[in-house]
Nanobody, 123 residues
């Protein structure tokens, strides 16, 4: 059974940094990435690895602040978040897909989800 286990969330002041990690049990995935759900809002895509191994970001403004990385085996990813803003407050989910998503932004393409880790950024 595939499981994604996240760690690294917490409370940080605006401008601070956090690093989220996710390790997976199971086969190598076509892609891994992150979604988030801010309080009272819909879930949104953050970033995932594309077919060429390059990251795909939902918002270009995240590219300068959020850095995704993966291990060589392809079953663990990390998200380094710098310059955090109060609007980054959300429950962050690690995701994985066994096939290349038709649309990386759509959660339905990812079969596997972690339990979520809370990130809270205070102003």
């Amino acid at each position: 059974q595939v499981q994604l286990v996240e760690s690294g969330g917490g409370l940080v002041q605006a401008g601070g940094s956090l690093r989220l990690s996710c390790s997976a049990s199971g086969p190598t995935f076509a892609t891994m990435g992150w979604f988030r759900q801010p309080p009272g809002k819909e879930r949104e895509f953050v970033v995932a690895f594309g077919r060429n191994g390059r990251p795909i970001y939902y918002k270009e403004s995240m590219r300068d602040r959020f850095i995704i990385s993966k291990d060589n085996a392809g079953n663990a990813v990390s998200l380094q978040m710098n310059g955090l803003l109060p609007e980054d407050t959300a429950l962050y989910y690690c995701v994985a897909a066994s096939k290349t998503p038709g649309s990386y932004h759509v959660g339905g393409w990812y079969e596997y989800w972690g339990q979520g880790t809370q990130v809270t950024v205070s102003s």
